[in-house]
């Protein structure tokens, strides 16, 4: 991005706006507008005049009972204003995505100007990747950016196909898509050793291509959360009514064994922090992982196993964080994940690289109040998590 001129120029920014709205249609959380602030200004302030695209929900999977598409409830109108405030300047709101009316404000715009155009997903062939909707698109700039990265793993028409009516010299990522990209590639390529993936969260099946493409190539790998317990199962363990996926027992046993062959330190949760029931309020005593009576779940890892990951993570230099250790969204079963987080800001504290990427370990490191003090928190959670995978993303293949 830095190598173009964009002096009088329309360009074309597909941001992720994809931001939470409560029932007055507030945002209740605007980092992915602020995640994107850096590129918008360097094009404003390079004399460029900014059009920016993005989706907002699911208008397509929430249609009026006329099955017309609910407009007023997913328009990225409700985002104007805050946009405004964030650059502190006046934004321009056209409501169409793409169309005579949308071109021709884009013409009207003087530099430093700012455009938004309507939601994206309004548009039938978005998710198709549809190529008169790109084309229709690309009148809107001369130029092309795609700071989208939440999107990256989708081919879409306004992430992926439109790049293809651009010139090289004419598209780029934007700087946060640029970060992400390289802050993924610390982890990837030649990170500095000892390296520690930490996977935890719901389910073995979400995470079955990221856990094998791990062994290949970390020293360490700790397994939490709900996942840890089909591994526990797998050796034979007692885990009670802890989440377990029947069907993965056998995965499960082989990447234990993959592990081994490899030289990785594969380390499951010595104990765990049990429940009665699945609630905050429900009793809790901690024991082994491997021995939880019938009626009891594990929710959180127990202290022992706090202890161990906490040790290896302190020892390492280069972290990788997905999944959280437990049910962290219960206050009385978030001390695992809290510790952690800890952990992985200590060991970052004293030299290591930490990447914090992919679904709830974001909210949970940001929960735990310790998001800055981490290497980089990843804004795209499906999206990092495939490129982790090794998967190439549709929305960074286009743009080369
Ligand atoms: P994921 O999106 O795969 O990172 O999974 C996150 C979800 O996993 C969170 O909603 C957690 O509450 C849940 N989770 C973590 N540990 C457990 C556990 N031991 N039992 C049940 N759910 C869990």
């Known amino acids: 991005m830095d190598q173009i001129n964009f002096q009088n120029k329309r360009v074309l920014v597909r941001v ?20 994107a602030l850096p590129t918008i200004k360097h094009i404003i302030d390079h004399g460029g005049k900014a059009i920016l695209m993005s989706h907002l929900g699911r208008p397509m999977k929430k249609l009026l009972p006329d099955g017309s598409i609910d407009r007023n409830r997913f328009t990225l109108r409700h985002l104007v204003n805050h946009l405004s405030e964030l650059l502190a300047k006046p934004v321009f709101f056209v409501d169409e995505t793409v169309g005579e ?5 884009s013409h009207k715009l003087s530099p430093g100007e700012v455009l938004i155009v309507e939601n994206t997903r309004f548009e039938a062939g978005e998710k198709k990747g549809d190529e008169k909707l790109a084309e229709a698109m690309a009148e809107l700039g001369d130029v092309y950016i795609n700071d989208a990265f939440g999107t990256a793993h989708r081919a879409h028409a306004s992430t992926t196909t439109v790049a293809n009516y651009f ?11 640029q970060k992400e990209i390289e802050n993924a590639n610390k982890v990837l390529h030649g990170p500095t050793r000892p ?5 935890g969260g719901a389910k073995v099946s979400d995470k079955i ?20 317990y089909t591994f526990m199962k797998a050796q034979g363990g007692n885990i009670g009514k802890s989440l377990v996926e029947n069907d993965k027992l056998d995965l499960a046993s082989k990447l234990i064994e993959k592990a081994a062959a490899k030289g990785v330190r594969l380390l499951l949760p010595e104990d765990s922090l049990v429940a009665d029931a699945f609630s905050n309020e429900a009793e809790r005593k901690t024991t082994s992982s491997k021995a939880i009576s019938e009626d009891w779940m594990g929710l959180d890892i127990g202290k022992q196993a706090i202890q161990q990951f906490s040790e290896v993570i302190k020892n390492s230099s280069t972290l990788l964080w997905n999944g959280p250790m437990g049910v962290f969204e219960f206050s009385n079963f978030a001390a695992g994940t809290n510790a952690i987080a ?17 679904g709830d370990s974001v909210a949970a490191v940001n929960k735990s109040g310790l998001a800055d003090k981490v290497s980089y928190v990843s804004t795209g959670g499906g999206a990092m998590l495939e490129f982790l995978e090794g998967k190439e ?3 960074i293949k286009a743009m080369n």
């Open 101 to 105: 009316k949308a071109t021709a404000m």
């Open 195 to 199: 390296l520690t993936a930490i996977i």
């Open 209 to 228: 291509l990221l856990l094998e493409k791990l062994i290949d190539f970390v020293d360490n790998l700790i397994v939490g959360g709900g996942m840890a």
């Open 342 to 358: 800890q952990a992985v800001a200590d060991a970052t504290q004293n030299g290591a690289f930490s990447l914090v990427g992919g």
């Open 167 to 177: 010139d090289q010299e004419a598209k780029s990522f934007g700087f946060l898509m």
């Open 393 to 395: 993303l549709p929305g």
């Open 16 to 35: 992720d706006f994809n931001v939470p709205l409560n029932g007055d249609y507030k945002i209740t959380d605007d980092t992915r507008m602020r995640a």
